[in-house]
């Protein structure tokens, strides 16, 4: 269900822009993931464990890595762009691997051919979710970004990570709370939930 | 369990159970999907809304709209404010526009009349069925239509041409005789602007302007920016003539009861009586002077001396403004009503000053009931082989009488194209899914010159296979063989804007950067002809100003049925939002009603809930009574629009269709069908219900709710008795702490103030001002509140036990109010939200701390925290905490495709309420600090405020005495809800209502 309107909205936004033009009112809009509306109480499992497998094995360290341990030191930004501008991070857009990857094919690779694979047949590449917070909690990613917050503070290092996976982040209330404490932000109960 | 095992070791348990059953249910089929984007559109932001400029079609105002869509999916209409009809603001009907393209009732498919019911079919098929049927049909084919926008109407056309059929277009609220009555007068064969705003005196003659009289948002705004008391203390006064007070009338500040059917007399004789002062009535000079004001008191039974005060006040008056009878007051003699109401705006000076031909309502619907009436007797008769019904439901909205019905089914081959299933395509032979009016193509040109585009704003929603009428017609016509110069509607549309943008000269340049300008702006402006003065010219016809004739019997009580403010001619029937919303006259939602007067229904022994069998000459409906001052003894009253048999699950039932009792009776003029025909004979069944009404008391029985201030004391200075009293303590056995203020939003926290002790040096305190002489109870706000906050839905049994969610509670009280002298009426709007006090009862009696204050002066309510105690609702004096009973939000898949993802999705079992709107709140702080900037005065606007038409509300912070929302509450008029009473201090400023008669001095 929640793929197929999402696959429905993907395409049809595409489409969509194609056509008309926008009167966007500049960033001015928080919002949490576009499902949350529809799926208050739909029952999901996060991607903890790491034997659940994402359709591609996607390694952090090799793209984010330092380029001293044979990263390439990419900075988190450049695909997850609207972290800085938007409540949501962002998941790259197919489009976004291929700029790279239509010129870097490591020889033999099976997780770019099978990226390549996406990509022919015009499709979104169903990645597992790791991180969620409840479906009552408004997350802006802008203003903790806009604070000078490092994405590995909550996210672990993820440069060091071959398969991405929620480290020592328990994300509870309190967890938040300790470092909003620390930080002297905001304690009230209506900036998170609304 | 008291021995066996404890409470808490059953807790305990029940916890591991549910444990165990969450890692049952785990598994990597459940593990939640993230999906990108393939390619990603370059002007999307995930999580950031994106807007796009269009047009409602909900009426044929046309208002130029903005939507909200986010990630592909529109979740929120407003007015475009670049738009000269909605300026921003919007009505309850535009906003519920959302619930027809998400309807759950919409038509999946085409489909085919097999036996009794429908088959679905492919649109191959589909196409295939219709272009041989008219194929065959030839001439035979007649297309029936609603108000279509202007490019549409051409394809239309020229198809229909080819075919060599003809197009009729029929809308059940036609303003026809005003039309017909223009050209009579004027010459000019259109239907004029009315410029309220620029009016001092506004005299109308049933017209219920601020419901659905031709352009309601617009004259909202028109009507609060000149009603509405200035700063220097001017005013336009409001006088209201009919048998029944509407909304509008409701707004008035004289109600003058006239007899229904008398306008045309009154009219004629006003003007007479100010060509005896030096008017000038033109070559119709010797017909006003046949009317004297004494014949036309006895014809409307009113005392003549308030037919002189009037004509004081026009010929005092520097720029009055007279409006007609409208639908609900269309009689056999309605053009000749219409035409002495512009009569006496040409006498009184008002043509050219508020009364314009250069803004004509070019896209008002003006169709005539004779046309369909003809159209009818030839499907009867068979010469009719082939029908095209689309955007129209006649066999809904005509009396039973007009045969369409068993017309319809004399035609070989009919079709119909609509969003969902109605009356009409019930009827047809196949049934074509056409696409929403924010899934489609289309245009509109409300006004000579003003051409606005309507561009669908998402690709259509994927549940229903729909398809653009434009491309249907288009698909039609290549399989005619008819050419065309596009192949989808899109490519036609631009065309002829292209055609138009030549002939304008080429303004903004070349035609791509035009329409790309367009698309943005929503509308683009064209010279228009310019309009020569306009003179009364003589009649080219005769016409009968007398009392017009109605059907039955002498005894009986004149029947008026008039379009529904909410569900308009009934289209608006299938949405809950609009059959929830309470009717702003009655407060009564999801059925109907018939309103009798008091003292009539006294009479025949009948109170408020008994259910009545209406009986005319032509049909007969029950239907249960709401006792109502503001209607005549002579008359009762019933709406249009509910009663549906075949529209879908919030429709059918509920209700009774009023037009069941009206005879088929086109007025002989212009062709309108009369709404204002027929006496009626009233009967109790001996049976009674609970009206599933919102209202507590219409009463404020001497309490210092909705207080006001005579114009002549606000001038003078003189605002009562405003020193601040002891207060009343309240505490007894708890609650808050009542503390010593001044009572002032700004001077919040007190010192001693157990709660909500922040900093105001650090701290906004966000407030409201909302101006009561403004306000018009449209209830626009309710819908927009429930669209933007994700307000449910409760129905009609959970409504009449009191459980209805809205956040918005449009209270309406009647000071004064008599149907039997002209003379003042009084009756007081106050949008109830919540207070956001800055002393809350509601907050200390949280044993949670869900209730709660925010260090920016909000009275926060978090849901997750929420146990349902429903303390706090017991001890709120405002009453607006609503309690969801029962998993209210769980609507029917693609409903809850509107949901606004900003705002939590409420579960069953959680208090909630008004939040200010929190979520804008924060997103313009986000936006601010992400910008390094400080918060803007204005720039944080709540759903209520944005949509509200008449301009009455203003949002800001109430420390900074700079902002807008301070000065606004700076006004002598200022008060707050029993904030005197019981020191809630309330962040809530009401501005008091400004009258002209005295008013009992309320202390607040």
């Not at chain 1, 597992?128 to 479906?135: G, S």
């Amino acid at each position: 269900m929640k793929k197929q309107w999402f696959l429905a909205g993907a395409a049809c936004l595409a489409i969509l822009v194609s056509f008309a033009f926008v009167h966007a009112r500049g960033v001015d809009e928080t919002t949490v993931s576009a499902g949350e509306a529809e799926s208050v109480e739909m029952a999901v499992a996060l991607a903890d464990d790491p034997s659940f497998d994402d359709p591609i094995e996607f390694p952090h360290n090799v793209h984010a890595g330092a380029t001293d341990d044979g990263g390439y030191g990419i900075d988190c930004m450049y695909c997850h762009s609207s972290a800085e501008r938007s409540s949501s991070a962002g998941i790259p857009p197919v489009a976004s691997c291929m700029g790279c990857h239509s010129a870097v094919r490591a020889d033999g690779s099976e997780e770019i051919e099978r990226l390549t694979e996406f990509w022919d047949a015009r499709e979104p590449i169903p990645w597992n979710r790791v991180y969620k917070v409840a479906d009552h909690v408004q997350f802006p990613h802008m203003r903790h970004v806009s604070a000078g917050v490092d994405c590995a503070m909550c996210h672990g290092n993820v440069e060091e990570m071959g398969v991405i996976e929620q480290v020592q982040q328990p994300l509870t209330m309190g967890w938040c709370l300790d470092c909003h404490m620390e930080m002297s932000a905001s304690r009230d109960c209506t900036v998170c939930h609304y | 369990m008291s021995d066996g095992m404890k409470r808490r070791d059953f807790l305990k348990v029940l916890g591991v159970t549910g444990a165990g059953a969450g890692l049952v249910g785990c598994s990597t089929d459940n593990v939640e999907k993230l999906m990108p984007y393939v390619t990603a559109p370059e002007d999307i932001t995930p999580g950031v809304a994106t807007w796009y400029a269009s047009a409602c079609g909900e009426c044929p105002a046309g208002c130029g709209v903005w939507v909200k869509t986010q990630e592909g999916r529109a979740i929120k209409v407003e007015g475009n404010p670049n738009h000269p009809v909605s300026g921003g603001a919007l009505c309850a009907r535009g906003h519920s526009g959302l619930q027809a393209l998400y309807n759950p009732d919409r038509l999946e498919s085409p489909m085919r009349r097999n036996g009794d019911g429908h088959e679905a079919i492919s649109w191959e098929e589909a196409e295939e069925m219709l272009a041989s049927g008219l194929r065959d049909a030839g001439s035979g084919t007649a297309f029936l239509t609603g108000r279509t926008g202007p490019t549409l109407s051409v394809l239309m056309d020229e198809l229909v041409g080819e075919l060599g059929g003809r197009r009729v277009e029929y809308e059940a609220l036609s303003e026809a005789p005003l039309r017909e009555a223009s050209r009579i007068a004027f010459g000019r064969d259109e239907i004029p602007a009315f410029d309220l705003e620029s009016a001092d005196l506004i005299l109308s003659f049933g017209a219920d302007f601020l419901e659905t009289w031709l352009s309601p948002v617009e004259h909202n705004r028109g009507f609060a920016r000149s009603t509405g008391v200035q700063a220097d203390g001017s005013k336009a006064r409001f006088v209201f003539l009919g048998a029944r007070l509407s909304l509008t009338g409701m707004n008035a500040d004289d109600w003058y009861p006239v007899r229904p059917g008398s306008e045309g007399v009154v009219a004629l004789a006003l003007a007479g009586a100010l060509v005896d002062r030096g008017g000038d009535a033109g070559p119709y000079a010797s017909l006003v002077q046949e009317y004297d004001l004494s014949a036309a008191a006895e014809a409307a039974d009113v005392p003549v001396s308030s037919l002189e005060t009037l004509v004081d006040l026009l010929d005092e008056a520097e720029s009055p403004l007279i409006l007609g009878p409208g639908v609900a007051g269309q009689h056999r003699n309605a053009t000749a009503a219409n035409l002495a109401a512009l009569v006496l705006n040409a006498v009184s000076g008002a043509v050219g000053t508020t009364l314009h031909f250069d803004r004509a309502m070019t896209g008002a619907a003006s169709s005539s009931y004779g046309d369909l009436a003809t159209l009818i007797s030839d499907m009867e008769g068979g010469a009719v082989s082939a029908l095209v019904v689309r955007g129209t439901n006649p066999a809904f909205s005509l009396p039973s009488g007009s045969g369409f019905r068993e017309a319809m089914e004399n035609v070989g081959f009919s079709v119909a194209l609509a969003t969902q299933m109605d009356e009409t395509a019930v009827l047809a032979d196949l049934v074509l899914p056409e696409g929403h009016y924010l899934e489609s193509w289309g245009d509109s040109n409300p006004r000579p010159g003003v051409w606005a585009v309507q561009q669908p704003v998402m690709q259509p929603v994927p549940h229903f296979d729909s398809r653009g009428t434009g491309d249907i017609l288009l698909s039609l016509a290549r399989n005619l063989g008819v050419e065309t110069d596009a192949e989808t509607f899109h490519d036609y549309l631009r065309n002829r804007w292209s055609d138009r943008h030549s002939e304008a000269g080429q303004p903004g340049g070349g035609f791509e950067a035009f329409w790309r300008q367009v698309l943005r702006e929503g509308l683009a402006q064209f010279p228009a002809d310019a309009v020569g003065e306009v003179e009364l010219q003589s009649p080219d016809r005769a016409l009968s100003f007398d009392l017009p004739e109605m059907d039955g019997e002498d005894d009986g009580l004149n029947l008026i049925v008039y379009p529904s403010s909410r569900l308009g001619d009934g289209r608006g029937a299938n949405r809950p939002w609009l059959q929830e919303l309470p009717d702003p006259v009655s407060k009564i939602a999801w059925h109907s009603w018939v309103e009798v007067h008091p003292d009539t229904a006294a009479e025949m022994g009948i109170r408020k809930g008994d259910i009545v069998r209406l009986e005319t000459p032509h049909g007969e409906v029950q239907a249960p009574v709401w006792t109502y001052g503001g209607v005549r003894r002579d008359t009762v009253a019933i709406a249009m629009g509910s009663g549906h048999e075949n529209y879908g699950r919030y429709a059918d039932g509920k209700g009774v269709n009023a037009m069941r009792l009206l005879p088929a009776v086109e007025e002989a003029v212009s062709g309108a069908l009369v709404h204002l025909v027929t006496r009626v004979q009233i009967e109790p069944t001996g049976r009674h219900r609970r009206l599933a009404t919102i209202e507590g008391s219409d009463q404020t029985r001497d309490r210092a709710i909705v207080p006001a201030v005579q114009v002549d004391d606000l001038r003078a200075g003189d605002l009562g008795d405003h020193e601040p009293r002891p207060r009343t303590e309240l505490r007894g056995g708890g609650g808050f702490i009542p503390v010593p203020s001044d009572a002032e939003p700004e001077s919040f926290p007190h010192e001693g103030s157990r709660y909500g002790d922040y900093d105001p040096a650090e701290n906004r305190r966000w407030a409201m001002a909302i101006d009561l002489d403004k306000c018009t109870g449209c209830s626009a706000c309710i819908t927009a509140c429930q669209s933007e906050n994700n307000v449910a839905n409760v129905g009609e049994d959970q409504l009449l036990m009191g459980r209805d969610l809205h956040w918005i509670r449009m209270e309406r009280y009647v000071e004064t109010l008599d149907a039997e002298e002209p003379g003042p009426v009084d009756i007081r709007f106050l949008p109830m939200i919540c207070q956001h006090c800055g002393n809350a009862p509601c907050e200390p009696v949280c044993p949670v701390y869900a209730a709660y204050h925010t260090p920016d002066g909000l009275n926060g309510q978090i849901y997750n925290r929420c146990v349902g105690t429903r303390y706090c609702a017991n001890n709120c004096p405002y009453k607006v905490r609503v309690f969801n009973w029962f998993g209210f939000s769980d609507v029917p898949e693609p409903l809850n495709w509107q949901y606004n993802p900003d705002v939590t999705v409420r579960a069953e079992g959680v208090m909630e309420k008004c939040s200010f709107c929190v979520q804008r709140i924060r997103t313009v702080e986000n936006r601010a600090s992400t910008e390094g900037r400080d918060v803007r005065d204005g720039e944080v606007v709540p759903a209520c405020q944005q949509s509200c038409p008449a301009e009455a509300i203003v949002f800001g912070d109430a420390r900074d005495p700079e902002s807008r929302l301070s000065q606004v509450s700076r006004d002598g008029r200022t008060y707050r809800v029993m904030d005197h009473l019981i020191n809630t201090q309330p962040a809530v400023n009401y501005l008091r209502k400004v009258t002209f008669h005295p008013v009992t001095d309320i202390h607040v």
